[in-house]
């Protein structure tokens, strides 16, 4: 790999060359933060998809359209004055060194679960921190991640389940509730009562240390190749899908399934 003065040397020539386009690129040079956010939320994504691939050279590709984003806005805030990308930095490694007191202080953290305990009530005590415990999650995150870090962030302070096995109550009762509401025809309950069993799928999930959306996007991944196993045949015999029996599209779909599990899927 490369040394550090050469990864050094390469991070100053992308802040040279993003000089260079800000100053003289008539694209570059319009962008505010209003026009690049829907990019950086299109670009984090990319990257997100990748990461699930473990494809790694593009990997490789998307962090840099990340950390392009990311220096571009601090290159706009340093036109009017605000901070830049030094700033941004030595904001960072402040935070990290004061966040990891069991690395760079006397404090002590045996395991992965009490660095996040001990980051949560850190981040509490920070001067410009979170005023409580669940202001610290983005209102624009996902909604299945948000719930799993709204409920990761309780836990730090000691809100959860005494024995992680507790939750299936929590997940059969809210079950119980949305058919209820089902059979009621009440659909704005239904609604609520279906947002609680995702809810408490989604503890469960982080209780025995799944990550629900790594686990939904699998899934849906696989509903994916399945279905485009089913299409990729009514297409070869010259049918449209909708011509195809259930009967004969679940056959097609076990077929995929069969294959999947010879290659290891």
């Given at each position: ?17 993003l ?42 590709k998307?962090?840099g ?13 340093s036109e ?13 490694c402040?935070?990290?060194i ?20 001990n ?30 870090r709204?409920?990761d ?18 997940v ?31 503890n469960a ?9 790594n686990?939904?996007?699998?899934t849906?991944?696989k ?28 056959n ?14």
């Amino acid at each position: 790999m490369h040394t550090r003065k050469e990864k050094m040397e390469a991070f100053g020539r992308f802040l040279d060359v993003l000089d260079e386009l800000r100053e003289k690129c008539p694209w570059d040079k319009k962008q505010t933060n209003e026009s690049l956010r829907p990019n950086t939320i299109e670009e984090t994504y990319e990257l997100c998809d990748a990461l699930m691939r473990n494809d790694k050279k593009e990997i490789c590709k998307e962090l840099g359209d990340v950390l392009l984003h990311i220096a571009f806005y601090a290159k706009i805030a340093s036109e009017t004055g605000d901070f830049d990308m030094k700033d941004v930095c030595d904001r960072l490694c402040d935070k990290l060194i004061f966040r990891h007191p069991h690395v760079f202080g006397d404090a002590k953290a045996e395991t992965a679960g009490q660095v996040s305990e001990n980051w949560e009530q850190l981040k509490l005590k920070e001067k410009d921190g979170n005023k409580t415990v669940l202001s610290g999650v983005p209102a624009s995150l996902p909604s299945l991640i948000k719930a799993y870090r709204i409920q990761d962030k309780a836990r730090n302070v000691g809100f959860d389940w005494e024995e992680r096995s507790q939750v299936w109550e929590k997940v059969k009762e809210e079950i119980q509730e949305f058919q209820v509401e089902v059979e009621r025809m009440d659909k704005e309950k239904a609604e609520d009562e279906f947002g609680d069993i995702m809810f408490s799928l989604i503890n469960a999930a982080r209780l025995y240390k799944i990550n629900p959306d790594n686990a939904l996007e699998r899934t849906n991944q696989k509903f994916i190749r399945r279905f485009g196993y089913v299409e990729a045949h009514s297409i070869k015999e010259g049918r449209n899908m909708k011509d195809l029996s259930l009967e004969e599209m679940d056959n097609l779909w076990n077929e995929a399934k069969q294959l999947e599990k010879g290659k290891g899927q």
